[in-house]
């Protein structure tokens, strides 16, 4: 009965892996999916992680009991606090309906279903480029997609005007998707002024945000520099749905957590929304694992280890940063033709290099580096031993 069944391609991102892991060169790199690398090449997890995971397993009052189907409520309100704000009108007014969701994609996923049922707009905007699985997740939940112009390729940076214009013309009440901060693929943000732009224009035709933040803490190092964005837009009362992913900025990637919150206007709505999001997960995986989201939890309620993970998460910014610098001075070296300045200039763990897909190509099958075919390159995979041996490949790909 399943004969007639195709061979699926593999995922555009993590498809990457599956086609590095089959590589039997001594020399490959993995560029492709997003997830950080120590400086000898290795996944990390970190020691505030570690020492939450100790503290837990010699908890004797800790059981292994069903979370009930919103997950771990002190994990809710600490996450929507860490976005937020601890001091956010919206948290202290009680407006805030949170569920622990399975990561980022679980979160946007939750979120959409929820949009699809009981708001009255089915259009999401989404920016052009965006992360590969951002227009698979909203129309699968029952959205319809449309892009705004975001990346100007000639510019390498934020088409500002583009921006504009396309939410202008959206209809009223429309949904848009905005990435807090790190913007992936491309790794280009708008400055705090061009956000009070995009909050005024969104607001006045009554727009409604849908935050996806992945990267908080790994843009700038800061947790609060990386959620100005979205503080701005709760600042002036209005609604918005954050969906929050810790995979990065913990390193709890396998562990898939995440929160959505939906900001409302008044306490009362939050707890209806929240008992209809109670309907959507239910039936989709009944409530959320216990394990990651009370690591979270006993990291963000304890002052020393929150504070110790500030500064694990500040050295992997710094990493990847430094990572920048010294591919950016590579290619200067090697006398790369073109303007790689954008490598320095871009936040977060991607630059979208400017590569095209034949170029990528080329790069894998001379080179053994795994990068995604829009030319995104994961920062936070490069260390000093491999730096040399991309800025080769890149300078082959472009002088070829
Ligand atoms: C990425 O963009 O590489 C990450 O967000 C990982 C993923 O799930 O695609």
């Not at 704000?85 to 622990?100: K, L």
């Not at 990637?253 to 997960?281: F, H, M, N, P, T």
């Not at 936070?380 to 082959?396: M, N, Q, R, W």
């Amino acid at each position: 009965v399943f004969a007639h069944v195709v061979q699926a391609p593999e995922d555009p991102i993590l498809g990457v892996t599956v086609a590095y892991n089959k590589d039997p060169s001594p020399v490959k790199v993995n560029l492709g999916v997003g997830a950080y690398r120590t400086e000898e090449g290795k996944p990390l997890v970190l020691n505030v992680v570690r020492r939450a995971e100790q503290m837990l397993v010699n908890d004797p009052s800790r059981v292994k009991e069903y979370l009930p189907i919103t997950g771990l409520a002190e994990f809710n309100k600490l996450s929507a606090k860490l976005i937020f704000g601890s001091d956010s009108p919206a948290i202290q007014e009680n407006r805030v309906a949170t569920v622990q969701c399975l990561s980022g994609t679980g979160s946007l996923r939750v979120g959409t279903e929820f949009l699809a049922r009981h708001y009255r707009e089915r259009t999401i905007y989404i920016p052009q480029p965006t992360w590969g699985n951002h227009p698979k997740v909203f129309t699968l939940g029952g959205l319809s997609v449309k892009t705004y112009r975001y990346y100007d390729p000639v510019t390498r940076g934020l088409n500002i005007q583009g921006l504009l214009e396309d939410l202008s013309s959206a209809p009223s009440g429309a949904i848009v998707l905005l990435h807090a901060c790190a913007h992936n693929p491309t790794g280009v943000d708008p400055t705090l002024d061009q956000w009070e732009q995009i909050r005024k224009l969104m607001r006045s035709k009554g727009l409604l945000p849908f935050f996806d933040s992945a990267y908080q803490g790994f843009a700038s190092g800061s947790l609060d520099a990386d959620a100005q964005s979205v503080r701005m837009f709760v600042a002036d009362g209005g609604e918005c749905l954050m969906a929050q992913s810790y995979a990065k900025n913990m390193g709890l990637y396998g562990e898939r957590v995440g929160a959505l919150s939906i900001v409302c206007r008044s306490a009362d709505v939050a707890v209806r929304v929240e008992s209809q999001l109670k309907l959507v997960i239910r039936p989709m995986y009944s409530n959320p694992p216990i394990h990651g989201a009370s690591i979270v939890a006993a990291i963000l309620k304890d002052r020393a280890l929150f504070h110790e993970w500030t500064v694990e998460l500040k050295a992997m910014a710094d990493r990847i940063i430094s990572m920048r610098q010294m591919l950016f001075d590579a290619l200067r070296a090697r006398g790369t033709p073109g303007d790689w300045s954008h490598i320095i200039k871009q936040i977060g763990m991607f630059t979208f290099t400017g590569l095209n897909s034949e170029q990528v190509a080329f790069m894998t099958k001379e080179y053994h580096i795994y990068m995604t075919s829009d030319g995104r390159i994961s920062m936070a995979g490069l260390s000093s031993k491999t730096v040399p041996h991309l800025a080769d490949a890149i300078h082959a790909a472009v002088t070829r």
